[in-house]
């Protein structure tokens, strides 16, 4: 059998966990699979030294229309699509301009696609107009055969056939993301993970990370590309830590305690409640807010808790800074329900099933 797949990059989150951890199972099952990736991003590219908010819409707009726009294009024209027994498209493969063009001349070359969607994309500030990005999507979605998501508010969303849809967790590789095998350190660790783009919610609980480490002595630590931000540098005992793929692991084993602090909107109601299921993984408890697939994922009490008030952040938080058998135990529990409900293991397999389904003869 074989498979092409429309990624959105070889180093971008959303490709390495969604999909190509899964290559090496998908070809021990028979399925061959050839990967297209974008010369730049979809919404385009910026260098980081172009000053101004206009030059840098305009240099952006520019590398959408005459660099993304006929790589993909080209890639359609060439990929000899007919040739294979499926398409998979992850998400939306343009923003620009609104509607499903090249999704459409996918189609004329092979009906047999599914559309993955692993965020609430059409309702993102920096696209288009939310009302036209949603229709996109929606006519995107009647193209496909099947629609995999994260979550049922994307599923909702993102067409009006429930019987197309298949509800897969963004996971990790639970033979890789392992619980710390070696004592941490004696200080309790609270850390937190993500893009420099979504550092904005640890704003949040500011005032309760500030109070829980004034009174437990407790360390921070803040993982992600940016390594230094100056509203939380004054937090005693800050660590900044620089992501990269080879050492994200261990990076994650040195945290006793993972938080997930979110605003309640329809950008982060699309969210998968990644952070949480790293956590899990790890074998670690969770503070988060109870938004979106954060409530589906953590089990309130025993694998973390789920909080709303800055009394509850502080409340919460101290209670497991000062409770290593606390932590432990909620952590064994994290790690079990991982096992059970979001393993890569039973991710792969239903993906390995929906791609059999899809290439039968459609009636």
Known sequence: MKIALFLQGKSTPSTRFRILQYLQRFSDAGIECTCFYPIIPKYGFVPQFLPGKRPRQLFR???QWFFYLPHRWWQIRQARLHEYDAVILQKQLSIRPTGAYLEEMITRRNKNIALDLDDAEF????????????????RVSELAIKVVVCNQYLADAATHTPSKVVILPTTVDE???LPALSSKSTKPCIGWTGSASTLRYLRLV????????EKTGASLVVISDQIWVDWLSHIPGIRFVKWNEEDEISQLQSIDIGIMPLTDDTWTQGKCAFKIIQ???????????????????????KTG?????HDEWVGTLCTLV???????EMGGLARRHFMEHFSSATVASAWIE???NLALPQS
């Open 61 to 63: 707009s520019i590398t």
């Open 123 to 138: 309702t993102n500030p920096a696209a288009l107009d939310s009302a036209k990005s949603q229709a996109a999507l929606l």
């Open 175 to 177: 033979r890789r993301y």
């Open 206 to 213: 500011l005032p309760a990370l500030e109070a829980v480490i």
């Open 279 to 301: 956590y899990m993984a790890i074998g670690i408890p969770t503070v988060a807010s109870p938004v979106g697939m954060n409530c589906e994922v953590t089990i309130d009490g």
């Open 305 to 309: 808790y789920l909080v709303r008030s």
């Open 322 to 328: 000062e409770s290593e058998y606390l932590r432990k």
């Open 354 to 356: 929906l791609m059999r």
